[in-house]
């Protein structure tokens, strides 16, 4: 499990590029809620001979560091799965 923090920042109107920050089991994230909720949208494919595709998005409507007025930091997931039924 792993996260990946884009940050960027506007002065004077105008976006500034910001840092990408890594975070991976095993760092300190302290700071960090252990819970968010929010809404996921799945949708998928099944055919007669076992064949099956599926993709999801999940949007968290939780800040996960709320300590930082200034920081947001919210979950955004994606994903892909592909199968076959015996």
């Not at 923090?5 to 890594?22: A, L, R």
């Not at 968010?36 to 949007?59: H, I």
């Amino acid at each position: 499990m792993s996260a990946n923090v884009k940050s960027t920042s506007t002065v004077e109107g105008v976006k500034q590029p910001g840092q990408n920050i890594n975070y991976t089991i095993g760092d300190n994230v302290d700071d960090l809620k252990l819970m968010d909720y929010g809404v996921n949208a799945l949708a998928g494919f099944a055919s007669n001979s076992g064949f099956q595709v599926s993709a999801g998005y999940g949007y968290g409507f939780t800040n996960v560091l709320p300590e930082q007025n200034d920081v947001k930091i919210k979950n955004r997931i994606f994903n892909i799965s592909l199968g076959y039924s015996l």
